[in-house]
């Protein structure tokens, strides 16, 4: 079992990454360090494509209105079911209740009389 310390660290770097936080080394004269920088996070129109691909239906616009934590656990989410659906065995999170709202791709297209 970890230390209280070594789980409190674990903690620190899973709540960066999923802020989208990277890890860069950085060459000091005494030594190894390392500085947090931000990663380029997706465009919503990306996310929206995306989330399109494991039927959820969702605007850039509506996007756009979400927090940071928001769009990387949809894009975390999203990703796993559609690699999952690959037949990838991976864990896949339970889907965030904020996009449980959303109409499904499918289901529009029936609507409309589009082909599924």
């Known amino acids: 079992m970890k230390d209280p310390e070594q789980q409190l660290i674990g ?3 899973t709540c960066a990454m999923r802020l989208g936080l990277v890890r860069v080394p950085v060459q000091k004269m005494s030594g190894k360090y390392y500085r947090w920088e931000q990663r380029a ?3 919503s129109e990306t996310l929206a494509d995306i989330l399109g691909l494991v039927d959820v239906l969702v605007t850039a616009a509506e996007i ?16 796993a079911v559609h690699l999952r659906a690959s037949d990838n ?3 896949v999170p339970p889907k965030p209740a904020f996009l ?3 109409p499904s791709v499918s289901a529009e297209m029936m609507k ?5």
Request: cysteine-free; charged content about 20%.
């Open 89 to 91: 065995v991976l864990h």
């Open 64 to 79: 756009d209105g979400w927090t940071d934590l928001e769009r990387v656990d949809a894009q975390v989410w999203a990703t």
């Open 100 to 102: 449980q709202g959303f």
């Open 11 to 13: 903690y620190g770097k």
């Open 41 to 43: 996070r997706i465009t």
């Open 112 to 116: 409309s009389g589009g082909i599924v």
